[in-house]
């Protein structure tokens, strides 16, 4: 049994696995949610923080393999899970994913802030059903909410990535 | 004090039983809302996700059994769907993806919302909910187990184990009301399971009361106006509408900032007159070929 005692002054130190690196967690509070250690304590700023009830889809991220809202995730409890943020859907060196970069040419970035949970999502799908329908991409992303673009040039972006990669063009990430 | 990881069923309720302050954490999809929002703040934490006896579902003869680990993405696999289809079509309307992913069944009766989409279906079908602690359990009815809105029977040390239902019953329908289709907190749900070897029809309704309500004279009714020979309801439109004033009459609504106690009244009668007309038009075995062919803004 992993036991994470909480020192006299009820903070916790354990360690996380994100991306494939590990983090330590030091003088955290125990209910520290994994969305606010993954920003203020391990500096990983792409999942964002909008609604905390998990409603909106803004922190998504993957818990062992699993779409997850890191909001929703007591962070002490995903010791010992392995957690991928958007930062670990990114190719090495700077450029975007196949993912990322369909996005930006099908002008399905607005105001960006959903954009990171967005894109961890269609990983996701894609990843498991690599030509999606219509409505198989809005149900993957149904819990993703975009206020700016109305949903179409994301349909779009998420149609032309899985048309590329048919087409076997970029393995995508 | 602190978060515990228990990789037991034994080790949880050792641990439960040794800390009686813990608080249960399964998939986090309510607990950790209400402590973001700073209404929850447990003094310790016992996570149930690595407890291995809590996951996934078992047949046990004529019966599954579901694991209180169990979440609604698994709920909707196929081998599961066929056996309690109702569970299924319940479980797809709850939240998104991601909540699907994490939200369990345990948690669904901890939280014990009477919104919860689940409770229905456990109630229509008869569920036996297994709750064990340090040494014993016991199996309560969703009745015992849900004493008021957001309130359960389980006394401290306490953990909701497994939940086992008949498999492959009847006809087998639910319905819910939202203003949308993703992450919505039902308005009104309803589940309907028309038991064609039994030959009684047993109808359930979510949000339009303190807990679940079984709609007895409304079941009473359509049992009575099936004919069991020929699968369909005597007395057609007539049945059908005296149906629906049954189950409006068994509910209690009331007004909150979700709906007023009129239209969760008016909705859960058409969702309850829905599912008894859907039920009737398929065959006694099998599912529908086309559930949303006829009304496609309702899931």
Redesign the interface.
């Known amino acids: 049994?992993?036991?994470?005692?909480?020192s006299e002054t009820?903070l916790?130190g354990?360690h996380l696995r994100v991306n494939g690196r590990d983090y330590q967690v030091i003088d955290a509070q125990?209910?520290e949610?994994l969305l606010y250690v993954l920003r203020e304590r391990l500096r990983l700023y792409g999942a964002k923080n909008a609604c905390?009830?998990?409603?909106c889809?803004s922190c998504?991220v993957l818990v062992d393999g699993?779409?997850?809202?890191a909001?929703?995730?007591?962070a002490?409890?995903a010791?010992?899970?392995d957690v991928v943020t958007v930062e670990g859907l990114t190719p090495a060196g700077g450029d975007l994913s196949d993912i990322q970069q369909a996005f930006v040419e099908q002008g399905a970035v607005q105001c960006g802030f959903c954009t990171p949970g967005l894109i961890v999502?269609v990983h996701?799908l894609l990843s498991h059903n690599p030509v999606p329908t219509d409505l198989e991409v809005r149900?993957?992303i149904?819990?993703?909410l975009c206020r700016c673009t109305g949903y179409g040039r994301i349909l779009a972006a998420v149609h032309a990535v899985a048309a590329a990669r048919a087409n076997g063009e970029g393995a995508g990430s | 004090m602190g978060v515990f990881l228990p990789h037991s069923l034994e080790e949880a309720c050792e641990l439960l039983d040794r800390v009686p302050d813990a608080e249960i954490l399964a998939g986090g999809t309510d607990f950790m809302v209400e402590v973001n929002a700073g209404r929850r703040r447990p003094k310790a934490v016992v996570s149930l996700h690595g407890v291995p006896e809590l996951t996934g579902w078992r047949r046990d003869g004529s019966d599954v059994v579901l694991g209180a680990g169990l979440t609604y993405t698994e709920m909707l696999g196929s081998e599961l769907a066929d056996l309690v289809p109702c569970l299924a079509q319940a479980a797809r309307t709850v939240g998104s993806p991601q909540i699907r992913n994490a939200g369990t069944i345990g948690g669904n009766l901890g939280t014990a919302s009477p919104a919860g989409d689940t409770l229905p279906v456990l109630a229509a079908l008869g569920a036996h909910i297994a709750v064990g602690r340090l040494g014993s359990t016991r199996t309560v009815t969703l009745d015992e187990l849900i004493s008021g809105p957001k309130r359960t029977s389980l006394e401290p040390g306490e953990i909701i184990i497994d939940i086992r239902l008949p498999a492959g019953v009847g006809t087998q329908e639910f319905l819910k009301v939202g203003p949308r289709n993703a992450m919505i907190i039902a308005v009104a749900n309803v589940a309907l399971v028309v038991d064609w070897a039994g030959r009684r029809v047993r109808a359930a309704l979510g949000s339009v009361g303190p807990v679940i309500i079984r709609a007895v004279e409304a079941e009473t009714f359509a049992t009575s106006r099936i004919d069991w020979e020929e699968h369909r309801l005597v007395g057609g439109e007539d049945a059908l509408e005296e149906f629906a004033g049954l189950v409006r009459a068994a509910a209690h609504p009331i007004d909150d900032h979700r709906s007023t106690a009129d239209y969760r009244r008016h909705a859960v009668g058409v969702c309850a007159r829905r599912a008894l007309e859907r039920a009737l038009r398929h065959d006694a075995i099998g599912t529908p070929a086309d559930p949303f062919k006829d009304e496609p803004c309702v899931s």
């Open positions: 049994m992993c036991e994470l005692s909480a009820e916790l354990y125990l209910c949610n905390l009830e998990g409603e889809g998504s699993v779409l997850e809202c909001c929703t995730v007591l002490a409890a010791a010992g899970r999502s996701h149900e993957a149904s819990g993703n």
